[in-house]
């Protein structure tokens, strides 16, 4: 009998439903270049039941200084076993021609804002939300000033010496 009432105790109950939970673990610019910007975005998306859960498709869009550059459908996901979780990679870039299109506000606020956004679709559950920005700030020129001169009269020759401040 006791058997009976420990085995009855442990046994799990019913599932509660639950959306998944999904969070950011990366938002980096891996390349700057004059041509395009290359980032990468991580998601964590956690199943927080104690029973499977399938995910339909991930929307998401990016931004700069809120105007849209893209919007894109990820559906290659896998199901997530019970208090699991599944990483989503995102590699995207924007061309420096989307970051010229809005110089004005690239100039005014002195960096680059990008927002990576969108909606998580899991079977059963109203769509997830999630969002980030990610500024980059302008790299600035460096000042340069004159640290002297030499000059030789025997070999003809004359040195100006700089000094370069790098402030980025």
Do not use: W
């Not at 105790?9 to 980096?28: E, I, K, L, R």
């Not at 199943?47 to 919007?71: C, S």
């Not at 680059?112 to 899991?122: D, K």
């Amino acid at each position: 009998l006791i058997l009976l009432l420990a085995g009855c105790a442990s046994a799990p109950g019913p599932v509660v439903p639950t959306p998944p939970s999904v969070q950011f673990t990366q938002f980096d610019s891996l390349v700057i270049a004059p041509e395009v910007v290359k980032f990468q975005v991580k998601l964590l998306i956690r199943n927080r039941m104690g029973a499977g859960l399938d995910l339909q498709k991930v929307d998401y869009a990016v931004d700069v200084h809120d105007k849209p550059v893209f919007t894109d459908s990820f559906a290659r996901l896998y199901p997530i076993k019970a208090d699991g979780r599944e990483v989503v990679t995102f590699p995207f870039q924007i061309a420096m021609q989307d970051v010229l299109d809005r110089a004005v506000d690239v100039l005014a606020e002195e960096q680059l804002r990008v927002s990576f956004r969108g909606q998580v679709y899991p079977v059963g559950f109203d769509p997830v939300p999630f969002e980030k920005t990610k500024t980059i700030p302008l790299p600035k020129i460096p000042p340069v000033s004159l640290e002297g001169t030499r000059s030789s009269p025997a070999d003809r020759t004359f040195t100006v010496l700089l000094r370069i401040t790098h402030t980025n």
